[in-house]
């Protein structure tokens, strides 16, 4: 079989990653792999049978009790969850934080690990996360770490939740990135952090075609595409 491609994009909550990749993937026709979904999957699973994240044994519990899969449809990542589609029902905010809180559990994090490199075998990949390049696909032939400062990255989760019709104010959704921050950052199994051979793309100051334009320069120059 032909080598197959595999491209790392890291960074904290609403830093652009899933837009970016996807529109990457769709410019160079690689598969977008979401993994943060497979994560809030989990989340949703627990918030559903009421399990607090805390409750380590319970989720522990949980774990061989359910079936996360991931497939595509018309290119599209879709969640199941025991065969249901909740690929919806995960956006929700009280999914990001649990899946937040659940993604430091050691126990989630190798019971979804294999899911994420069995989609990255077969396909050429743009996969993004937290933990990527430095643990799921530490060989990608691409890395980039994506990041923006927690005010813009809230100012623009702020607007894409007014685009859905909620009014969750400002500062909320600032506090709630800042904790998410931590969390994903502070945790001792596989923390969100650069890998030493990511290359770093502050997107602050940049519109999203400009970024776009970067994260394909960055992986045309490295694939010498
Ligand atoms: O990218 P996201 O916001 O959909 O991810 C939801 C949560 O899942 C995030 O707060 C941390 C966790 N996550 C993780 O720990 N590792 C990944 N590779 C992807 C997501």
Do not use: C
């Not at 026709?29 to 999957?41: E, H, L, P, S």
């Not at 949703?44 to 061989?64: F, H, Q």
Request: glycine share 6%; net charge negative; charged share 30%.
């Amino acid at each position: 079989m032909d080598r197959v491609f595999s491209i790392a994009i890291d960074g904290p909550a609403g830093a652009g990653k899933s837009t970016m990749a996807r529109r990457a993937a769709a410019e160079l026709g690689f598969v977008y792999v979401d993994t943060g979904a497979i994560y809030r999957t989990v989340g949703y699973a627990a918030l559903k049978r009421g399990i607090l994240p805390e409750d380590t044994e319970k989720i522990d519990e949980l774990l061989p009790q359910i079936r996360v899969k991931l497939a595509w449809k018309d290119g599209v990542q879709h969640m199941y969850l025991d065969g249901a589609d909740v690929s919806k029902k995960i956006r929700l905010p009280e999914v990001s934080s649990m899946a937040s809180k659940v993604s430091a559990i050691p126990s989630v994090r190798a019971f979804l690990l294999d899911t994420q490199r069995i989609a990255a075998k077969t396909n050429n990949v743009i996969m993004d996360g937290r933990d990527i390049g430095t643990v799921v696909l530490p060989d990608a032939d691409v890395k980039i770490y994506l990041t923006a400062s927690a005010e813009v990255r809230a100012k623009r989760r702020f607007l894409e939740l007014q685009e859905q019709g909620r009014s969750d104010p400002y500062e909320e959704v600032l506090k709630d990135m800042i904790e998410r921050d931590y969390r994903d950052m502070h945790r001792a199994v596989a923390p969100l952090k650069q890998a030493d051979d990511a290359v770093l793309l502050d997107t602050s100051e940049l519109s999203l075609d400009e970024s776009i334009e970067a994260i394909l320069r960055i992986i045309r120059e490295r694939l010498a595409l």
